[in-house]
């Protein structure tokens, strides 16, 4: 297997569920067979990310881009932007609004969604 992937290399796609909002998928289980996923998620300007969740994975968060608000069941409502990072347990609710500046996120979900 090769250690490095040229991310420049790698296409957006769609996410599943989330309108407009789309994802790059950097290393999964299917692919590396890591029992780990990560993945850049970009989310432009005005769309959201409604509430959800991830049954079997922790999600970690990490913008490198952007601003917008976040919603995490028994946290209440906090800013998103670079500088905040985020880790979600598995089984709880969640939701990114508010976007007012388009968000790049570094997304990790452990174990391994894909």
């Known amino acids: 297997m090769k250690p490095n992937i ?9 996410h599943k569920t989330a309108k407009g909002v789309e994802i790059k998928l950097l290393i999964s289980k299917a692919v590396q067979g ?3 996923t990560c993945l ?3 989310i432009s300007r005005g769309l959201e990310v409604a509430e959800h969740i991830h049954e079997n ?10 601003k917008a608000r976040m919603w995490v069941e028994g946290s209440g409502e906090f800013s998103l932007e670079p500088g905040v990072i985020v880790r979600i ?3 709880t609710k969640h939701r990114i609004y508010d976007v007012s500046e388009g ?8 174990p391994a969604l894909l």
């Open 6 to 14: 040229n991310v420049e290399e790698l296409t957006w796609q769609p």
């Open 34 to 36: 890591t029992d780990v």
């Open 40 to 42: 850049l998620v970009r």
């Open 57 to 66: 994975s922790d999600d970690i968060l990490y913008p490198l881009s952007g």
């Open 89 to 91: 347990p598995q089984g």
């Open 103 to 110: 968000l790049l996120i570094y997304d990790v979900f452990w």
